[in-house]
């Protein structure tokens, strides 16, 4: 059964930092890629971060980059999302993702994916 477990989320100031995480279990980092994704009251669900889960490519949505890592860590069976110089309209419900490798398609839209977390709620204050 695949499992995937947010946390990590919090109320920061702008400027501040959290590290989100998510446990994975029941399938192979090899197989998906891993995405972040957003979702603030009344809008879609949008892809902040993904990271190909076999070569480790990573992909950012503009808005984050430079602000944002994405990583991996397999003795975990955890990605992580480092972010920093928070702004307030990076608040949102945070979820991770997983996207099947044998999928071609965009790694930033939601309807795609095949596993959802449930959500961890970051929030900046201004």
């Known amino acids: 059964e695949v499992q995937l477990v947010e946390s990590g989320g919090g109320l920061v100031h702008t400027g501040g930092s959290l590290r989100l995480s998510c446990i994975a279990s029941g399938f192979s980092f090899d197989d998906y890629a891993i995405t972040w994704f957003r979702q603030a009251p009344g809008k879609e669900r949008e892809g902040v971060s993904c990271?190909?889960?076999?070569?480790?490519?990573?992909f950012y949505r503009d808005a984050v980059k430079g602000r944002f890592t994405i990583s991996i860590d397999r003795a975990k069976n955890t990605v992580f999302l480092q972010m920093n110089s928070l702004k307030p309209e990076d608040t949102a419900v945070y979820y991770c993702?997983?996207?099947?490798?044998?999928?071609?398609?965009?790694?930033?839209?939601?309807?795609?994916?095949?596993?959802w977390g449930q959500g961890t709620q970051v929030t900046v204050s201004s």
């Open positions: 990271i190909n889960g076999e070569s480790e490519l990573t």
């Open positions: 993702g997983i996207l099947s490798r044998t999928k071609v398609a965009p790694w930033d839209s939601a309807r795609w994916y095949d596993y």
